[in-house]
């Protein structure tokens, strides 16, 4: 292995730009900029080979890569003193194939969420994922964060849509997993070993998902009540109902719930009238919303937390669903406590939620380090999300990993031994 | 190598009564449901408990003994297929509950416990276990896990897979790991995603957190014949097209109609083709999608449609469907179950080629799938007593497997890869997808002792080039060579 760190960007870059089939390599520019580290040099990819050959070339060069997709959670896991190589996936974009009869497709990696959800509703389908910033958020980064939405409470997330990829391994080898069809156990599922690895096992340049089709209707039942003590038994009054909603959303302080049935027309209805009833008996005050007004409900919701001009630190909490309550009331204290501004939104049926905080970066740091000491390993965790450098050096992204860590680490040294692709941004610090 | 130190070692571990020494009581675990591959294990074990599994994986691994677990034995790719200079690990004693966890709609298991107990033990609390593969009542959560099973109501409720929050694992070198947990999204890699569906190649499973559902308000179940498999694959279509996911939709064909017909009655008109579909959600749900579904099935032309009035009747359909295996018994003295996947669209031309190939052949074929994911179960029947048969049918099996192939499809949507269909990988994966995936195997089990040659082919299962070679095109353009 040669390594020529200390050559300039624009030599690197010349040396690189020698390997590729196009000269598809740039010194950094300002807008490169992450967490306030200048990138050496980029690259933008316009083909599966592209990556590939960048991707030798750096193992061989000894030089680190991070991939960049819509750049929306580039911020996300450890900060970086140095980067070398940035990858940027946004020209290798395209939906390859709809198979609207299969309900599956297969889309490049650098294509938004938007754009592809855009050419599926041709045929009235969609892929089930709504996490923020779909308009900016690529596939690739999609599922290399394993990141979703509300509707996660019918459909799953990333993990649980994926039926095929095609990734590129820091050697530059490309491999394939799984395939187009939505049942198949032929071989190891690469596909769902890559989602949520943060690029820390290969760069994703392809993924076929299987799709749902979209709803004839749609209503939002918006409930608010008196205290967050009264969500976690709404919620189980809406299950025992065996009520199907596709979304069970929380948002406080104070304490509202965002039901959402998609389905047809009079069904959607009914089951929201349903959960007005229910709501009624926990003490809530509901309307139920639909058109304009349930887009605009939802984008609020949204941007509760991941609003563009929300500044700030955004934690993941995940909890035992039937601790919903507790760990509410855990965060609201804490807050408090630490003088902290706070709001949270989040899956109420499952037990996933977003904190967004604002407030001194000791105090963050401390409200971090209570709630985590607080959940026992398997039951729970609060990572952080988005952070300034400062915070994620004082308690770190992840917490506590469990006796896994030994296991990850080897399978991270198998699939990248020269530890070229995003050294320690991977969960766990891979 | 085992030698009688070995097995004194292991007796230490598992007591005299948890060690299967004997030849004859070893004939029992010879082989899982792939009754044509047999081999007979070095001893067998019946640990009671994670740490005796620790115990005897640790002790394998000191020795380099190669060892395979082994649930119930009803696997149909030879995924529990012993090795014979090595151990199985019997995992049925470990079959208690755990945990119940109804607040939280979560049951923690040992792996020996059986599919369908897992129902009843929160059925009256009003839930269940999705996954309900047909041998629901006699396989286990541990070969379940193994080979990420699916059952007929997949198609809207997903895999095993979907349903496996946390496992609790004896790693190749013994160490004990916790991969998932029992909330969602644990921090780290998503191994628990690459081990459910590993077939026991990655490490053998102590427990498992499982996620169960609320059962569904209403259920409502369709049987409709019709004159060809084309007009009822075209009445799936119109199903998908009118975006509804029913909870299942099931197709078999006359000669699985007619085999079930015979061996349970369970009343279904003597057909080219029937449907089973089965829809769930609330009342009014369930109540307006089984109106579209009642026109499709007009529109092409369906007749002796059966609505179930209650869950008897519900029961007697889908025991017709679910016997359809056993019940080629009745109608052929051997028979060989295929299972591949197609694009669901691909149905009527893949089923036309299935037809001529059975006409070439002289073997009957009957076809039963899930017509919803594209899951094919071609039942290839024979007769050992006449000679050349049973090859002829492993042959005839094999080939629709390359039509599946040829449509984009899988080598297997449920029974998984085993001894049975190693040599068969080559074909639908490339060397650098097969050399990726032995990397998740050498960093588990860089030894190779944990089920060995299965699911991967080998120069020793497959001859020394397995299959035909695909260059891949990263390959070609100088990119990359072979591992
Ligand atoms: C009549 C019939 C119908 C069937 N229908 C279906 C169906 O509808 N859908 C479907 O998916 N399958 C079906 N199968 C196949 C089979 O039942 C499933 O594959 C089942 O999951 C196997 O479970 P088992 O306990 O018998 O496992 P085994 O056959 O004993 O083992 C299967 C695999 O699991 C591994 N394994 C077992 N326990 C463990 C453990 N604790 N840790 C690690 N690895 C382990 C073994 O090493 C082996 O590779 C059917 C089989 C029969 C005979």
Not at chain 1, 284 to 301: N, Q
Not at chain 2, 419 to 438: E, G, V
Request: charged letters at 20%; glycine letters at 10%; proline letters at 5%.
């Amino acid at each position: 292995m040669t390594t020529i760190t200390s050559a300039s960007p624009a030599d690197a870059v010349a040396d690189l730009n020698s390997r590729l089939d196009a000269p598809v390599a740039r010194v950094a520019a300002h807008t490169d900029i992450i967490d306030g580290v200048l990138p050496r040099l980029v690259v933008e990819p316009a083909t599966p080979a592209q990556v590939s050959q960048t991707l030798a070339w750096a193992t061989e060069r000894g030089r680190t890569v991070i991939v960049r997709g819509g750049g929306t959670k580039i911020g996300w896991g450890p900060t970086s003193s140095s980067i070398e190589v940035l990858l940027s996936m946004s020209e290798l974009d395209g939906v390859e194939a709809h198979r609207h009869g299969d309900l599956t497709a297969t889309v490049q990696a650098g294509t938004t969420l938007s754009a592809l959800n855009a050419v599926l509703a041709e045929h009235r389908q969609w892929l089930a994922l709504d996490p923020p910033d779909e308009d900016s958020a690529t596939i690739g980064g999609i599922v290399a964060t394993n990141d979703s939405g509300p509707r996660r409470h019918w459909h799953g997330a990333p993990r649980d849509l994926i039926i095929g990829m095609t990734l590129v391994r820091a050697d530059g080898v490309i491999a394939h997993s799984g395939g187009i069809v939505v049942k198949n156990v032929a071989g190891y599922d690469l596909a769902r070993l890559l989602t949520g690895s943060f690029g820390s096992l290969g760069v994703i340049v392809n993924a076929t998902f299987k799709l749902a089709p979209l709803a004839e209707a749609s209503r939002t039942v918006v409930v608010d009540f008196p205290g967050t003590d009264q969500c976690a038994p709404y919620v189980a009054g809406l299950v025992a109902q065996a009520s199907m909603p596709t979304a069970l959303e929380l948002a406080a302080p104070p304490a509202r719930m965002l039901v959402r049935f998609e389905s047809v027309e009079t069904v959607a209805e009914q089951q929201a009238s349903h959960a007005v009833t229910i709501a009624g008996q926990h003490g809530g005050t509901a309307v139920v919303l639909t058109g304009d007004d349930e887009t605009c409900a939802w984008r609020a919701h949204d941007a509760r937390v991941f609003g563009a001009d929300q500044g700030g630190t955004i934690l993941k909490v995940v909890t035992m669903p039937a601790e919903l309550s507790s760990t509410l009331a855990r965060i609201g204290e804490e807050a408090q406590a630490n003088q902290l501004d706070y709001a949270v939104t989040g899956r109420a049926g499952l037990g996933v939620l977003h904190v967004l905080l604002t407030g001194g970066a000791a105090a963050r740091a401390s409200i971090i380090m209570a709630l985590r000491s607080r959940v026992p390993l398997g039951q729970g965790s609060v990572v952080v999300r988005r952070a300034d450098a400062e915070l994620k050096s004082l308690v770190g992204v992840w917490g506590p990993i469990g006796d896994g860590l030994p296991i990850m680490r080897e399978v991270k040294r198998r699939f990248d031994p020269t530890g070229t692709l995003g050294p320690g941004r991977g969960p766990g610090g891979l | 190598m085992i030698d009688s130190d070995f097995l004194s070692e292991l007796e230490r571990i598992v007591g005299t009564d948890g060690l299967v020494r004997d030849e004859s009581e070893l004939l029992t675990y010879e082989s899982d449901g792939l009754m044509s591959h047999r081999s007979r294990p070095a001893a067998a074990v019946l640990p009671e408990t994670a740490e005796q599994v620790q115990a005897v994986v640790r002790l394998c691994h000191q020795r380099t003994v190669p060892f395979v677990a082994r649930g119930q034995g009803t696997g149909l790719s030879g995924g529990a297929l012993p090795h014979p200079e090595g151990v199985l690990i019997v995992m049925t004693r470990m079959n208690r509950v755990l945990d119940i966890d109804i607040p939280n709609q979560r049951i923690t298991v040992e792996p020996g416990v059986i599919n369908l107990e897992v129902t009843r033990q929160v059925a009256s609390d009003g839930y269940y276990y999705a996954p309900d593969p047909s041998s629901q009542v006699i396989c286990s959560i541990g070969g379940n896990l193994a080979e990420n099973s699916g059952g007929a109501h997949c198609l809207k409720y997903g895999f095993t897979v979907h349903h496996v929050l946390g496992v609790e694992a004896v790693l190749p070198d013994g160490e004990m790991v916790h991969l998932g947990g029992a909330a969602l999204d644990s921090p780290g890699l998503d191994l628990l995603g690459v081990v459910v569906g590993s077939e026991g190649t990655l490490a053998v499973v102590t427990k498992v957190t499982l996620r169960v559902l609320r059962r569904p308000q209403a259920v409502r179940t369709l049987l409709a014949a019709f004159d060809s498999t084309d007009a009822a694959g075209n009445a799936v279509s119109d199903v998908i097209a009118a975006g509804i996911i029913p909870a299942a939709i099931e197709m078999m064909d006359r000669t699985t109609i007619r085999a079930a017909e015979a061996a349970v009655q369970p009343g279904f008109p003597d057909a080219e083709a029937v449907l089973i579909v089965e829809l769930d959600g609330s009342q009014s749900e369930v109540e307006t999608r089984f109106k579209q579904i009642e026109a499709v099935c007009a529109r092409n032309q369906a007749w002796g449609v059966q609505v179930a009035q209650d869950d008897a009747q519900r029961g007697r359909i889908w025991m017709g469907r679910k016997a359809a295996f056993a019940a080629m018994g009745r109608v052929s003295p051997n028979y060989y179950v295929q299972d591949g996947v197609i694009p669901r669209s691909t149905l009527p031309e893949v089923l036309r080629r299935i037809r001529a190939l059975e006409q070439r052949s002289g073997l009957t074929i009957g076809n039963v799938f899930h017509a919803g994911d594209g899951n094919l179960h071609p039942l290839v029947c024979y007769d050992e007593a006449v000679e050349g048969q049973a090859e002829l049918a492993e042959h005839v099996a094999s080939e629709i497997l390359s039509y599946c192939l040829d449509v984009g499809g899988s080598l297997t949507g449920e029974h998984g890869i085993g001894s049975d269909k190693a040599c068969h990988m080559p074909k639908m994966f490339s060397a650098d997808d097969l050399a990726t995936m032995q990397l998740v195997r050498v960093a588990f089990d860089p030894d190779g002792i944990c089920n060995p040659d299965k699911l991967f082919p080998t120069p020793r299962l497959c001859g020394e080039v397995p299959g035909p070679y695909r260059a891949h095109p990263a390959e070609t353009a100088g990119l990359a060579a072979r591992v």
